[in-house]
């Protein structure tokens, strides 16, 4: 410890040091001075063994410090780490106390993740991995690192492990996080190998795809190998990487790649009050996610994400997870992920969230669904957004995510065609405008296969005027008949029957609007 500063057992009893990031707060820093010439004799809780002999590499070592963190604790509380020269790996593992609590309270959840000598500024360059609360140790080293953190070296400087208090039981989150230090030459850092951004493709077509999949770098328990196989079993043809707050696994899909799946790197941004995907940001891109609502950051990392070529994308933003309700706005939003894995009743309110937004048809935000696809048994591709894209390419998949010109199904047994003509022979496509009087007759017809046992339905800005039970084969065509001034736009959801009366019946597909009039 450096002289005077509050030892991390401390929190509760002197004062914290406050960084300059919101709801943040700094511990007391870990010393490991003279570590590497022995200078600072053998540490507490270090192996025995002392200083390494004349010409040799230091042994490891050791600090282990404990604390509790009171209940009111910030989000972040960062614990310092004076790393020496000489260290060629540096590794954490953390344990916390999970106490039976009453009925109706929360107990604790801590999450942890690091950053280097670089700093902890928001958005700044030091952030070098986050694994939330899916795992109880992590090293970095030049050549590897666990998943979810940047390989590299373990340069000398003051690192802080973050530590995030999701959630603290009454009496608090007593922990304890051990460091280690290992010595010697530092093993130089491969040069990523990222996705190419092009596969063959189809030409102009519809594809496939799931753009919220997670795994072993973040809390997701498949490789990108299994992933990939499930993507394409799925009938997928591109899939989009999505790991919390860490852009580690940018750089782990060599090889899985193809003429046949395009992979494009992301990030789901997981703040305390809501989560946002960015979709194909540029690849080894990382933003932050340490601030709510409240700090008014959003719109800065927002233009963040589309300045690296992403898509803003709020995730389940109805979801009833602590910290999952989207409490943004959706004025930054891209699109909006309005059905996250099997239907359920918070995707329903998403979609008439959403759907009450559709009105003026100014500035209308599309929808899309994704798996969010964890471990098994989560299907890749329950659901998939389907999208009208010139390629199968990075630029014309965003592209068409951003138009609207896409619909969502459960899966690619689902295929639909939906429009809408009228006057002097004009049509709109899926996410278009018809652009004909108000007066004028306006046929809207929606083509299915694949959804046997289904009902289709036509939803306007007045709500649901048109519903027709499918063919028993699933496949079959459904017309409606109506004018601008009596439809400002029409939608068409397919749904099974319902699983109880008086409940509307989960979705099997649904499309982005085709808007009616001038």
């Given at each position: 410890m450096n002289p005077g500063d509050p030892t991390p057992g401390e929190l509760g009893r002197r004062g914290l040091l406050v960084t300059g990031a919101a709801a943040a707060l700094t511990l007391g820093s870990v010393s490991f001075a003279?570590?590497?010439?022995?200078?600072?004799?053998?540490?507490?809780?270090?192996?025995?063994?002392?200083?390494?002999?004349?010409?040799?590499?230091?042994?490891?070592?050791?600090?282990?410090?404990q604390g509790t963190l009171p209940p009111g604790s910030p989000d972040y509380v960062y614990l310092p780490v004076d790393v020496p020269e000489g260290v060629c790996e540096l590794a954490v593992s953390y344990t916390y106390e999970k106490p039976v609590v009453p009925a109706g309270t929360?107990?604790?959840?801590?999450?942890?993740?690091?950053?280097?000598?670089?700093?902890?500024?928001?958005?700044?360059?030091?952030?070098?991995?986050?694994?939330?609360g899916a795992r109880s140790e992590f090293f970095i080293r030049g050549d590897t690192a666990t998943p979810g953190y940047l390989p590299g070296p373990v340069r000398a400087g003051r690192w802080n492990i973050a530590l995030g208090p999701y959630t603290t039981a009454p009496d608090g989150l007593p922990y304890t996080v051990t460091i280690t230090l290992r010595f010697g030459p530092t093993p130089g850092t491969p040069k990523p190998v990222y996705p190419p951004v092009r596969a063959k493709g189809r030409g102009r077509a519809w594809y496939r795809g799931d753009c919220h999949i997670h795994s072993v770098h973040s809390d997701g328990k498949r490789t990108p190998a299994e992933i990939a196989a499930l993507a394409r079993a799925a009938g997928l043809d591109f899939i989009n990487t999505s790991e919390h707050n860490t852009s580690s696994g940018h750089r782990a899909w060599d090889g899985l790649w193809g003429d046949d799946l395009l992979i494009l790197t992301g990030e789901e941004i997981t703040t305390r009050n809501g989560h946002v995907l960015g979709i194909s940001t540029d690849h080894g891109t990382w933003v932050d996610?340490?601030?709510?609502?409240?700090?008014?950051?959003?719109?800065?990392?927002?233009?963040?994400?589309?300045?690296?070529?992403?898509?803003?994308?709020?995730?389940?933003?109805?979801?009833?997870?602590?910290?999952?309700?989207?409490?943004?706005?959706?004025?930054?939003?891209?699109?909006?992920?309005?059905?996250?894995?099997?239907?359920?009743?918070?995707?329903?309110?998403?979609?008439?969230?959403?759907?009450?937004?559709?009105?003026?048809?100014?500035?209308?935000?599309?929808?899309?669904?994704?798996?969010?696809?964890?471990?098994?048994?989560?299907?890749?591709?329950?659901?998939?957004?389907?999208?009208?894209?010139?390629?199968?390419s990075r630029a014309a998949i965003l592209a068409g995510i951003r138009a609207g010109h896409s619909y969502i199904t459960e899966s690619s047994a689902i295929s639909l065609t939906f429009g809408a003509t009228g006057g002097r022979a004009a049509h709109a496509g899926i996410g278009d405008r018809l652009r004909v009087a108000a007066d004028t007759p306006v046929t809207v017809r929606l083509d299915v296969t694949g959804a046997p046992g289904c009902t289709a339905n036509f939803v306007t800005d007045q709500g649901t005027l048109y519903t027709a039970s499918l063919p028993k084969s699933g496949a079959g065509t459904v017309e409606w008949h109506t004018t601008p001034a009596y439809a400002a736009y029409v939608r068409a959801e397919v749904r099974h029957a319902p699983a109880a009366a008086g409940l509307p019946g989960a979705l099997a597909a649904l499309t982005n609007p085709v808007f009616l009039g001038r």
């Open positions: 003279n570590a590497a010439d022995g200078g600072g004799g053998a540490p507490q809780d270090s192996p025995p063994g002392g200083t390494a002999p004349a010409g040799g590499t230091p042994p490891d070592r050791t600090r282990t410090v929360q107990g604790n959840a801590l999450d942890i993740g690091i950053f280097d000598e670089r700093g902890t500024d928001l958005g700044g360059a030091g952030f070098r991995g986050w694994s939330g996610w340490r601030y709510r609502a409240r700090d008014n950051r959003f719109g800065h990392y927002a233009r963040e994400i589309r300045c690296t070529g992403g898509l803003v994308v709020p995730a389940h933003p109805h979801a009833t997870c602590i910290g999952c309700n989207w409490k943004f706005g959706f004025g930054e939003a891209d699109a909006v992920e309005v059905w996250n894995g099997p239907y359920t009743l918070d995707d329903e309110v998403s979609v008439a969230d959403w759907d009450n937004t559709l009105v003026s048809g100014a500035g209308w935000t599309p929808a899309m669904g994704n798996s969010d696809a964890h471990k098994d048994p989560d299907r890749i591709g329950t659901p998939q957004t389907v999208v009208l894209a010139d390629d199968l």
